[in-house]
């Protein structure tokens, strides 16, 4: 019975993320081409349960290695979809923090030349718990770290990240 009961329990607690661009799931280090990834992938995720200490959480899909200085990398927000309740499964319903911006377009929104000199670029999405709802979108979607802009927004560390790869040549 106790057993059971624990069972139970770390079922409850179990955060999960599922990302599909049509019916190609993302998973970590899998090759997704550029022409599927036009439009916004489908989230679903499973929840901490209402007794968890999170009551929000977010998805973050980033390029952290979109723009490559001579002594720094930066990272660009490609989607934020925010305010997702505790407990969700299935569908993501939440808001949207920052509208989904492709891969093949991101490039027109970073302001310096050429700033895919790499063939491949790999994009992690990251679920991370809230601590207060978000409403301010980003001031820029190209930020000098992720684990950064996460704690600006007073979000917690990440619980889960699954990641693709794609060629933007």
């Known amino acids: 019975m106790s057993c059971l009961i624990l069972c139970s ?8 993320l599922l990302v599909q661009y049509g019916s190609v799931t993302v998973g970590n280090g899998n090759f997704i081409p550029l022409s599927s990834t036009d439009s916004a992938p489908t989230v679903d995720i499973e929840g901490f349960g209402k007794n968890g200490t999170a009551r929000l ?6 390029d952290q290695k979109a723009l490559s200085a001579p002594t720094k990398v ?14 969700s499964t299935g569908a ?3 808001s949207i923090l920052e ?3 492709s891969p093949s377009n991101t490039s027109k ?3 310096y030349p050429n700033p895919f000199n790499a063939r491949n670029h790999t994009y992690d999405f990251v679920l991370v718990p809230q601590r207060n709802p978000l409403v301010k979108p980003m001031d820029s979607r190209l930020v000098n770290s992720l ?6 927004y007073h979000c917690g560390s990440p ?10 040549h």
């Open 109 to 111: 929104n970073i302001p």
């Open 99 to 101: 509208p989904y911006v």
């Open 74 to 87: 930066y990272p660009y927000i490609n989607f934020w979809i925010a305010n997702i309740p505790a407990g």
């Open 57 to 62: 959480f977010s998805v973050v899909m980033a």
């Open 147 to 152: 684990a950064d802009i996460i704690g600006q």
């Open 9 to 16: 329990l770390l079922a409850q607690a179990t955060v999960g």
């Open 159 to 168: 619980l889960q990240t699954v990641s693709f790869t794609t060629s933007l």
């Open 92 to 94: 993501v319903k939440g």
